[in-house]
C-alpha cells in the first residue's frame, strides 16, 4: 500500500508540474476559404494569453501610357507606405492596422494602343507582418473568424510614389485590378490579391483535479491495496 501511496504522490506532482503551461496553435489564410478560429473550450483549462500574428504580402494593378510614337518601354521605381487592417467578426476586438511598406522597379513594355496612347500593365508589391494580444476573454467557447483589407486597393490612396514615368507619360490604379497574366488585369478580389496568413496561439493553464478529486484517488488506491493485502493473506493461510 506504500507504493501505491507513493505513486499516487509523484502522479500528483508530476502532473501539477506539467499542468503549469500550455499552448495551442492555429493557422488561417485569406488565399484559401477563411475556415475561421475555434473558440478555447474552457474544459481544458485556464485562458491566459491570446496573440494574433498576421503575414501579408499584397499588390496592387497599376497601367503607365504614354503618347502614340513615344517611349516604348518604360522603367518605373516606386515605393509604398500603406496600411492594411484587421477586421473580424467578433465586435468585441479592436481592429489594428499592419503597415505595409514596399519598394522595386517594373520594366513596363508599352506594347497596347488606345486612344492614341501607347499603354501597359504592372503590379507593385507591398509586405508587412505584426503580432497583437487580445483579451482572452474575447475567445472563450466561442469560434471567431480574421479577414482585412488593403487600404492601397483602393484608387486614390496615395500610399504609392513613383519615379521614371516617361515624357508625356501617366500611371494610374487599376479599380479592383491587382495581377497581370499574358500582359492583362485580373481583378480577382482583395482578399486574393497577395497574401494574408494568420496564426492564432492560446497559452493556458490546464486544468487539473481538485483536491478533494486526489483525496478520493488516494483512498482508492489505499482500498485496492488493502483487499489485495487481504487476498495474499488468505492464500497464504490456505
Not at 7 to 14: D, G, I, N, R
Not at 75 to 97: H, K, Y
Not at 123 to 139: H, L, M
Not at 140 to 169: A, E, H, I, K, W
Request: aromatic share 8%; with cysteine.
Amino acid at each position: 500500500m506504500k507504493v501505491l501511496l507513493g505513486l499516487a504522490a509523484v502522479v500528483a506532482a508530476s502532473t501539477a508540474h506539467v499542468a503549469s503551461a500550455a499552448t495551442l496553435i492555429q493557422t488561417d489564410s485569406e488565399q484559401v476559404a477563411l475556415t475561421g478560429f475555434s473558440g478555447f473550450d474552457t474544459r481544458l483549462g485556464t485562458l491566459d494569453k491570446v496573440t494574433l500574428t498576421v503575414a501579408l504580402n499584397k499588390s496592387r494593378g497599376w497601367v503607365v501610357s504614354v503618347p502614340s510614337g513615344g517611349a516604348t518601354t518604360a522603367s518605373l521605381a516606386w515605393t509604398i507606405d500603406g496600411q492594411w487592417q484587421l477586421r473580424s467578426d467578433n465586435a468585441a476586438l479592436d481592429m489594428p492596422f499592419v503597415s505595409l511598406t514596399g519598394a522595386g522597379t517594373s520594366v513596363v513594355p508599352l506594347d497596347q494602343q488606345s486612344d492614341g496612347r501607347n499603354f501597359g500593365f504592372f503590379t507593385v508589391r507591398a509586405s508587412g507582418a505584426a503580432t497583437f494580444t487580445f483579451d482572452p476573454a474575447a475567445f472563450l467557447n466561442r469560434r471567431v473568424t480574421f479577414n482585412g483589407y488593403d487600404y492601397g486597393q483602393t484608387v486614390g490612396s496615395g500610399d504609392t510614389s513613383f519615379s521614371g514615368v516617361p515624357m508625356g507619360g501617366a500611371v494610374s490604379q487599376l479599380q479592383g485590378g491587382c495581377i497581370v497574366l499574358g500582359g492583362n488585369p485580373i481583378a480577382p478580389g482583395e482578399d486574393l490579391c497577395g497574401v494574408a496568413d494568420y496564426t492564432l496561439t492560446y497559452d493556458y493553464t490546464p486544468a487539473v483535479p481538485e483536491p478533494g478529486t486526489w483525496a478520493m484517488m488516494i483512498a482508492g488506491f489505499a482500498i485496492t491495496g488493502a483487499s489485495l493485502r487481504r487476498r495474499h493473506k488468505a492464500v497464504v493461510t490456505a
